[in-house]
């Protein structure tokens, strides 16, 4: 049929516009496809490049966990890799990508045989694909994963032999410019420079005696002064503290249900404080808050008042605790689980607690890593640590405890004896022994010592009384002491604990037969120390007897589980709304015996005795060694005249112990950490307490790191284990993680961007080479940190300016860091810069916290009877009260964080609610008129003013614009009537509110 040339035209424009659009599309694929190429890299590392690929995309379901993996295929390994599956593929043939499963899967158009999954909404980009396809045909060489490998000594050029480690941060950082073709940009100006530094530093605005200072100083070393000026400063450590304190969920209060405090929270915060200030070393720091009640030395502050190291394990206790859970056993597990994610993702970047339920399915840690750390923890029992003893209450109770003994020798001395000399033989007749299925012992402390019962403090130094000698209130020696543990040989008030070991309630009633005062009888179970009413009311008994009586618990409820018994000198009281513990000076408690039984108490026989040989006797005694036998011959011997009733020597002791009382006492205490009985925890199934393995996972370190057949020894805790491994120089974590903190602290992202992660699902580092040898110069320079923060503030990097040469589109989040990163200041930062800016600043330093200030908003169970102060004493930030069920609205809002869980990296939003906050914020406005009150009333002219105002709030002049700009403030609002004061007062909350006042540029 002949068709119309018409239409013949027509049908070629509409093929030739087919043609033309698949040419562009072909067109474009392949430029795409070229660009892809130009992109990759001439060597495709499987570390950096294709781990972080694969642990994204496969790893949930092709990775280390049996439980989860599909189709027998396992591609964290070589050998998973590259075997040959049930189904005749092979995933991985190196060199060859079309032959290779992995490759076909990835790149296939069907839907039900593409990989990733369809339902698991993830896609790998063009650029993924490529580079899988590269790293495929050069060979597919797999890598040990970086994190997990001691880091590499760099090979510095040799002209770089006697550089500075500044000086060589730089040539790794410009060494990554030049291969992405990057210019770095100039050096900041010098009021720039400082504001960084103070801020950084210190978490504090530059004074304007510093800016002066600093600008006037023309020498070459003007710059690396003012770093060690504020490396030196005091706030130094108030500002790192801070840091730290999100790593470990810092807060003063528990949570959930009443809010009930952290005991003596805040002298831990003073000790990181310390801590920092005295550049104390990083291996040194971690050890006292992992294990610093185990350590054969302790660490005192300069004063010599604080035990620094004991005081550090309150490091353990900061986490939420539930009032009075029902399931105590799961309370204690997800306890332990807390400690765990903190403790692995502060100290080694790793995600530890995603083991609990089944192997990791990512990184290369196996569930029975998780329960050997379960055992550590759950072997570690929570306790009242003493904050003000001092070391001198140590040596004054050792020189009374020689004066005691030097009284005995005397005693024995004065005591003339004849061979003749006899003592009534009979024997003290003892009551029928019940059949042992009666009771059974738990202690018995009549025969002297303590048995295998955990004494601590001053109170329990010489726990048992037995053969002490006693005395009536004119001095005279009455008789000698019959076996009991005795808080108060020495003195009344002094603190201390007795602690069982654990035990299985197999009994229904627990008897403990005690005498005291203003004292207690706790039934700990399942390491729970919150056992108030309703439901563990029943755990605990005060001790307001004289006399020794029996004090029965019943424990029929919680048969099968774990518990010891804590006699503790002082006592736990609810205050008002709060669990306190306290120690009047009054405080003592005795005990002779502790048993287990089921229905009818059982009647204790007393113990047979029959007297020693009055030598034996007065030598074992005089040594410090008496039996009960030899204190009932010392007890008639008395009785016979033998030994003096009255003697000076007798009253001079007992002036000492009383003049000794006052410094002894001590009534601040911490909440920390003690040993405990060893416990080997089995692997819970699922996780699930209820559901145990019959193996029992030793203590010890986690396997990806060291040999899983170097067990820890088994004393205790084995904590100082854990802290030896985790401070190891060998360990490849420790001192990378945190050195990577102190980089992100300082540039506002980490060389490794995920900081709390160094696992497989987390960013490879952007500079390894730099990570590895900040690492290693890190453990040589002594664990320092304020040297290694040194190092990197007199780098050329930290002085950049944060403008861009090319306005950083080519590097547009500043990975390689061509510039400084503009960022905005944390929430504690704002507000500070509020009360320095305005004049209004306290910069005294330690101490309790300052009570939260309540809005009207802030209600809820727990809620404090009485606010704090709006302005919160004018002390900075670091200082103020936080209650984990009333944080403060103004910090949350600058994205403060949550204190539940390990937190290296906060959150940095920006949102409306920031601004309404600093427009709206009586706070904001209150230190704005106070700021207005004084510039009002100084006799500068109005420019100076101004000028004055930008030097205080940004640490620079302000610019001829500027001052124009305000003059034109001024004008407008003295035009609405407002008077001067009022003017400036809302000149003063204008700058407030300006970005530059929040952001380091």
Excluded at 98 to 125: A, D, H, N, W
Excluded at 680 to 697: H, N, W
Excluded at 982 to 991: I, L
Aim: glycine letters at 6%.
């Amino acid at each position: 049929m002949h068709m119309p040339f018409s239409h013949r035209m027509a049908l070629s424009r509409r093929t030739l516009n087919l043609l033309i659009l698949l040419s562009m599309l072909l067109w474009s694929q392949a430029c795409t496809e070229g660009n892809e190429q130009a992109n990759l890299p001439r060597t495709v590392d499987f570390n950096f490049h294709i781990r972080p690929i694969l642990s994204n995309n496969c790893y949930s379901c092709h990775g280390p966990d049996p439980s989860s993996r599909k189709a027998g295929l396992r591609l964290d390994t070589y050998e998973g890799a590259t075997a040959l599956l049930e189904s005749g593929v092979t995933a991985l043939v190196p060199h060859h990508p079309q032959k290779s499963g992995l490759f076909q899967r990835i790149t296939s158009t069907e839907e039900e045989l593409r990989m990733p999954p369809v339902e698991s909404k993830k896609k790998l980009s063009d650029k993924e694909v490529a580079l899988l396809k590269k790293w495929i045909k050069q060979g597919a060489e797999w890598s040990p994963y970086w994190a997990f490998q001691p880091p590499k000594e760099y090979a510095f050029p040799k002209k770089m032999t006697a550089a500075t480690v500044s000086e060589k941060i730089d040539h790794l950082i410009d060494e990554k410019l030049q291969e992405q073709g990057l210019v770095a940009s100039a050096k900041a100006d010098k009021a720039t420079l400082i504001r960084r530094l103070a801020y950084l530093l210190t978490g504090l605005p530059p004074t304007l005696d510093e800016i002066d200072s600093f600008m006037a100083d023309t020498s070459p070393n003007a710059y690396a002064n003012l770093v060690d000026h504020y490396l030196d400063s005091p706030h130094f450590g108030e500002r790192w503290a801070r840091h730290w304190m999100d790593l470990v969920r810092y807060a003063e209060t528990r949570g959930h249900e009443f809010d009930y405090p952290v005991i003596g929270a805040w002298h831990y915060r003073d000790y990181l404080i310390r801590a920092f200030n005295e550049d104390l070393s990083y291996d040194q720091f971690l050890t006292e808050q992992l294990a610093g009640d185990l350590l054969k030395e302790a660490r005192w502050d300069s004063s010599e008042t604080r035990n620094e190291s004991a005081i550090a394990t309150c490091f353990y206790t900061l986490g939420e605790g539930t009032h009075s859970p029902v399931d105590v056993r799961q309370d204690e597990a997800d306890r332990i689980d807390n400690i765990i994610d903190v403790t692995s993702k502060a100290l080694q970047g790793l995600t530890v607690a995603c083991s609990r339920c089944h192997d990791h399915k990512f990184d290369p840690i196996p569930t029975t890593d998780y329960y050997a750390w379960y055992g550590i923890f759950e072997s570690t029992r929570f306790a009242m640590v003493p904050a003000g003893t001092g070391k001198d209450g140590w040596q004054l109770m050792d020189s009374l405890n020689l004066q005691k003994e030097a009284l005995k020798r005397f005693i024995a001395e004065q005591t003339p004896l004849s061979s003749a000399l006899k003592v009534n033989q009979l024997t003290t007749t003892a009551a029928s022994i019940p059949d042992n299925s009666a009771f059974q012992f738990i202690g018995d402390f009549r025969q002297g010592g303590t048995g295998d019962w955990d004494a601590k403090g001053l109170a329990f130094q010489s726990p048992n009384a037995l053969g002490e000698p006693k005395f009536s209130e004119q001095n005279q020696l009455l008789g000698f002491e019959s076996g009991k543990v005795s808080s108060r040989l020495i003195s009344t008030g002094l603190q201390g604990a007795l602690r069982s070991p654990s035990f299985t309630i197999d009994r229904d009633k627990i008897l403990v037969q005690a005498a005291g005062a203003e004292s207690e009888i706790r039934i700990i179970i399942d390491n729970l120390q919150l056992i108030q009413n309703p439901i563990h009311g029943g755990l605990r008994k005060k001790l307001e007897n004289d006399e020794l009586a029996d004090h029965v618990f019943d424990v029929s409820m919680w048969k099968g589980h774990k518990a010891y018994i804590e006699l503790v000198n002082g006592h736990y009281r609810k205050n008002g709304k709060n669990h306190r513990y306290g120690i009047p000076t009054g405080a003592w408690l005795e005990a002779s015996y502790a048993v287990v039984f089921d229905s009818i108490p059982p009647s204790i026989p007393a113990l047979a005795s029959t007297p020693s040989p009055p030598q034996t006797a007065l030598q074992n005694w005089s040594r410090g060694q008496p039996t009960v036998d030899d204190v009932a011959t010392l007890n008639q011997l008395l009785k016979k005249g033998k030994i003096p009733v009255n003697n000076p020597q007798y009253l001079a002791w007992l002036q000492s112990k009383s003049k000794a009382a006052g410094h002894l006492y001590d009534s601040t205490y911490v909440a920390g950490v003690v040993d405990g009985s060893p416990v080997q925890s089995p692997v819970f199934s699922r996780g699930d307490y209820r559901s145990l393995s019959q193996f029992e996972v030793p203590h010890r370190f986690l396997s990806p790191i060291t040999d899983s057949t170097q067990i820890f020894p088994n004393k205790g805790s084995d904590r100082l284990a854990l802290a030896a491994a985790i401070t190891s120089p060998e360990n490849p974590l420790t001192s990378r993680v945190m050195v990577n903190r102190i980089w992100h602290h300082l540039f506002g992202q980490g060389l490794v961007k995920t900081v709390d992660n160094f696992g497989l699902q987390g960013f490879p580092p952007s500079h390894p080479a730099l990570l590895d040898y900040l690492a290693l110069q890190f453990i040589e320079e002594g664990w320092s940190v304020k040297r290694l923060i040194r190092n990197i503030a007199q780098s050329e990097v930290f002085q950049r300016s944060a403008m861009a040469p090319n306005g950083g589109k080519q590097d547009p989040t500043n990975i390689y860091l061509s510039r400084f990163s503009v960022r905005r200041m944390e929430a504690e930062a704002i507000r500070d810069a509020l009360l320095a800016t305005s004049g209004q600043l306290d910069k005294q330093m330690y101490g309790p916290p300052v009570a939260i200030y309540l809005t009207e908003f802030m209600k809820g169970r727990g809620r404090p009877a009485k606010s704090g102060p709006l302005d919160g004493e004018n002390r900075r930030s670091i200082y103020q009260g936080i209650r984990r069920n009333f944080l403060s609205p103004f910090m949350l809002s600058f994205d403060m964080p949550v204190p539940f869980s390990c937190f290296g990296k906060r959150d940095v939003s920006n949102v409306p609610s920031q601004s309404l906050t600093l427009m709206n914020d009586p706070l904001v406005w209150q230190q704005a008129e106070l700021w207005a009150a004084e510039i009002a009333k100084t006799d500068q002219a109005f420019e100076e003013k101004i000028e004055q105002v930008f030097w205080r709030a940004f640490a620079r002049a302000p610019s001829s614009d500027e001052i124009q700009e305000a003059k034109g403030f001024f004008a407008e609002i003295e035009g609405q009537t407002a008077t001067t004061q009022e003017a400036w007062s809302s000149y003063c909350h204008t700058v407030f509110n300006m970005k530059e006042f929040i952001f380091l540029l």
